[in-house]
């Protein structure tokens, strides 16, 4: 069965550099892929050519067996969220909502009332009529996001829309974004710099480093068996061993040396955080160059420890960093 979205061997380059290196990849309708990268990886690049607002170098891109990649932004079954809620100032929060469904000529009362319903359902029936400058900016995030949905794309990209909002905020918004997306049956790239947020939001989660995919799939794939150094750094917790790693699950810690045959790693307990009612060690593994937040039972004051593990859970990376990145 083919799928929904269809993207092969994508790329693009700007003065020489290679921004996007042949990314391939595929979504099932109603699947929601959050994508991760650090600063200047080609997120928003990669988010653009989809939308059209930029034009790839090469490679395709279909939805639903449609090639997409002649079409003018306007033409393309795809819906944008951006970091900045975007509403026009001049307008009430249904004006907003209702304003692209008036661009398509739809029927004005049945817009209205379709405007409504959405609005309600998102809980921002009490500020109907308020204008942007009048909402929160958890409200003003809302609006953009069901002034979009309302249009029922077929695919809804979000470039971290949450990125200016609080924390406990921002923990809120995605909780309620997925339960509408999942009710919409909305097909979506979400893309954060925040993990936490990659993994409660996404079905899959794809890893975007150098210009392609590192890695894509299931948000425990990913965190649990990551496939080379910099997955393992940037989206799980454990010790990087070369071309290994122990995933700190697998990690236990004694105040004096183990038992030699088993793998192991002497630490420094440099510092206390108190997170969620727990106690998080961070210690410092001088051999590796690393460090790494244990939640350690001590009492009194402890300076050393010792780390280790099973050999059978020191897993092989099935990919090399270019350039030895780590």
Known sequence: MRSFIEIHQLTKSFNGKEILKGVTFSLNKGEILS??????????????????????????????????????????????????????????????????LQMQGRNKVENRKKAKEYIERVGLGEVMHHYPSELSGGQQQRVSLIRSLILKPKLLLLDEPFSSLDLQLRKELRQWVRKIFKEEETTVIFVTHDRDEAYELGDRVAVLHDGDFLQIGSPEDVYYRPVSPFAASFMSDGLIINQQFVHASHIKVSSSPPDTSKPQWKGSVRKKRFVSGMNLYEVWVEELQQKLNLPLQIDGNLDETWLYTEPKHIQTFQREDKGGEK
Do not use: C, D
């Open 35 to 100: 994508l991760v990268g650090t600063s200047g990886s080609g997120k928003s690049t990669f988010l653009r050519i989809l939308s059209g607002l930029e034009s790839a170098t090469g490679g395709k891109m279909a939805v639903e067996g449609n090639e997409i990649h002649s079409l003018k932004p306007q033409e393309r079954p795809i819906g944008m969220v951006f970091q900045e809620p975007l509403l026009f100032p001049h307008m009430n929060v249904l004006e907003n909502v209702m304003y692209g």
